[in-house]
């Protein structure tokens, strides 16, 4: 028997491979962030989709919220649960020779940012959200922190690369080179 694996695969944020899960309004493609999905496609990578937290803590009718919003004990709980398990996952692919090209997270997300996440308003009133001013600030999404912390406990190492939902051209360009690296292709 002939297996032609890659071995490599990379983990994605859910709304990269499904931009219905996105907050009504957020979504800048009708069902993937195509450019990422076809860069993974023709590096023939294997794609992991994580689960959407924020979908199944909130509901599909939820409305935009900062980190501090989701930034309760419940939230960050349940979000630790889920990097457990996505977490188990890469354990078991590394530990049988499959390389973590990369994971990839959604800027500006209260909970799956890399790099760039979203503050402002803490109440609780959605119409009141909409007043009020948010921020972008130099950190991860929570879901992102609990990743990483289990990660680091388990000594696994991966590049972490933040997708800009309305321009993910300079994240796409970094994707791919590191793609060609591991391809040998450089």
């Not at 188990?88 to 959604?106: D, P, R």
């Not at 680091?152 to 791919?176: H, Q, S, V, W, Y």
Request: glycine share 8%; proline share 3%; with cysteine.
């Amino acid at each position: 028997m002939q297996d032609k694996r890659s071995k490599k695969i990379v983990i994605v944020a859910h709304c990269i491979l499904n931009q219905n899960s996105r907050v009504q309004g957020l979504a800048s493609f009708l069902g993937t962030i195509k450019p990422v999905v076809e860069t993974l496609l023709e590096y023939e990578v294997g794609i992991v989709q994580m689960p959407c937290p924020e979908l199944l803590y909130a509901g599909y009718k939820r409305w935009a919220q900062t980190k501090e919003q989701y930034d309760t004990l419940g939230y960050r709980r349940f979000c630790r649960k889920i990097a457990k398990q996505i977490a188990s996952q890469i354990h078991e692919y590394t530990k049988n020779g499959v390389e973590i090209a990369a994971i990839l997270g959604i800027e500006g997300s209260p909970t799956c940012a890399i790099t760039k996440t979203t503050k402002g308003y803490t109440g609780g009133d959605p119409t009141e959200s909409q007043k009020q001013k948010r921020e972008k600030i130099r950190e991860k999404g929570i879901l992102i922190e609990e990743l990483e912390k289990t990660l680091t406990k388990m000594k696994i190492k991966t590049r972490l690369i933040g997708i800009d939902n309305k321009a993910p051209e300079k994240a796409t360009a970094e994707i791919r080179e590191i793609l060609q690296q591991l391809n040998g292709k450089v």
